[in-house]
C-alpha cells in the first residue's frame, strides 16, 4: 500500500501544467496535487473550472458546488433532466449532471470556441453524454433554444473576469423565463464585493422576472469583507431552500443563504437593471485570485 502511495504521489508530480491561448486569454489547465485526474482551468490567471476525470461528481469550487446542490433538488434523484449552459468553461456541471442524472440532456453555449477545443481535447468527456456544445455569444445562443425546453439554465459567463452587462437584464431574463419550463429554475454564478451594488441591482432583477428568488454565498462576502461569488436562484415557483439552506451550511466552507424577508431587506431599494441601463459586474481587486 505505500509503494502504491509513492507511485500514484509520483504520477501526480509527473505531470505538467498545459497551456494555450484561446479567444478569451491564455487557457492553463493545472494538475491538482491532490487526485490523480483533477485539473484547474485558470483564463489569464484567474481560476474557472476544476474537473476531475475519475469523478465528476466531485465539485472543487464552493459555487459550483452551491450550483450542485440546486441540479440536486431540481428533480427527483436520478430524474433526467433537460439543462442549458449559459458558458461552458470546462464543462464540471455538465460532468456533474451527465454522471447523477444519466440520460439527461444537455446544451452548452460557449462563445470561445478555441476554449471548447482546447478542454475537448485536454479533458475529453464521455461521448455517450449528450452534451452538445454550440459556439455563440450566451444571449444570441439563448434566443435561438426553444421555448420551454429547460428544467434548469444556468449562466456562469464571464469575459475578462466580469459579467457581460448584457446577461443581467429583464430583458436577459424575460428570454430565459421563456426557454424554462413552468417549474424550471434559473441559477446564476455572480461575483461582487463591497458594498454588493451589483449583486443587490441583479437580485432586484430577478425579482422583477420571477416569483421567488433566494441567493447563497459565503458569509464574509454577506459582510462586505472579500470579493467573491454568489449563486443567484430563481423560478416562478417555490424553490427548495430549506435544503438549500442546509447543504450550504455544511459545505466545506459553508455559505449562508438569503431569501424572502431577509432577500428583501438585502435589495433595499435597488431597481431592476434592463438592456439601457445595465452594466458589467464589478472587476475583481489584483489579488482576488492569490
Not at 436577459?172 to 441591482?201: E, M, Q
Not at 469583507?225 to 431552500?241: H, I, M, T
Not at 443563504?257 to 428583501?264: F, K, P
Request: charged fraction near 25%; aromatic fraction near 6%.
Amino acid at each position: 500500500m505505500g509503494r502504491q502511495r509513492q507511485r500514484a504521489r509520483e504520477q501526480r508530480r509527473a505531470r505538467e501544467a498545459v497551456s494555450e491561448p484561446v479567444h478569451g486569454g491564455l487557457a492553463r489547465l493545472e494538475p491538482d496535487p491532490e487526485r490523480p485526474r483533477g485539473w484547474t482551468l485558470t483564463l489569464d490567471g484567474a481560476p474557472q473550472s476544476h474537473v476531475d476525470l475519475d469523478d465528476p461528481t466531485h465539485l472543487d469550487f464552493a459555487y459550483q458546488r452551491r450550483l450542485g446542490h440546486l441540479l440536486d433538488a431540481a428533480a427527483a434523484p436520478g430524474r433526467p433532466l433537460h439543462v442549458l449552459h449559459l458558458g461552458g468553461g470546462a464543462l464540471t456541471l455538465a460532468r456533474y449532471v451527465a454522471a447523477t442524472r444519466p440520460r439527461s440532456t444537455q446544451q452548452v453555449i460557449e462563445v470561445d470556441t478555441a476554449l471548447t477545443a482546447f478542454v475537448r481535447r485536454e479533458l475529453p468527456w464521455d461521448p455517450g453524454w449528450r452534451i452538445r456544445v454550440r459556439g455563440a455569444d450566451a444571449r444570441a445562443g439563448l434566443a435561438k433554444v426553444t421555448g420551454s425546453w429547460a428544467d434548469v439554465v444556468i449562466a456562469d459567463v464571464f469575459s475578462g473576469a466580469r459579467t457581460p452587462a448584457h446577461l443581467g437584464t429583464t430583458d436577459f431574463l424575460a428570454d430565459v423565463r421563456r426557454v424554462l419550463r413552468p417549474d424550471g429554475v434559473y441559477a446564476a454564478n455572480l461575483t461582487d464585493g463591497a458594498p454588493l451594488t451589483y449583486l443587490r441591482a441583479q437580485t432586484a432583477t430577478a425579482l422583477a422576472v420571477f416569483g421567488s428568488a433566494c441567493v447563497t454565498a459565503d458569509p464574509a462576502l454577506w459582510r462586505g469583507k472579500r470579493f467573491g461569488n454568489a449563486v443567484l436562484c430563481a423560478a416562478d415557483r417555490e424553490l427548495p431552500v430549506a435544503e438549500l439552506t442546509r447543504r450550504a451550511a455544511s459545505d466545506p466552507h459553508p455559505g449562508r443563504l438569503l431569501h424572502g424577508e431577509a432577500l428583501a431587506a438585502f435589495t433595499g431599494g435597488a431597481h431592476p437593471v434592463t438592456d439601457t441601463t445595465g452594466t458589467p459586474s464589478p472587476a475583481p481587486p489584483p489579488d482576488a485570485f492569490t
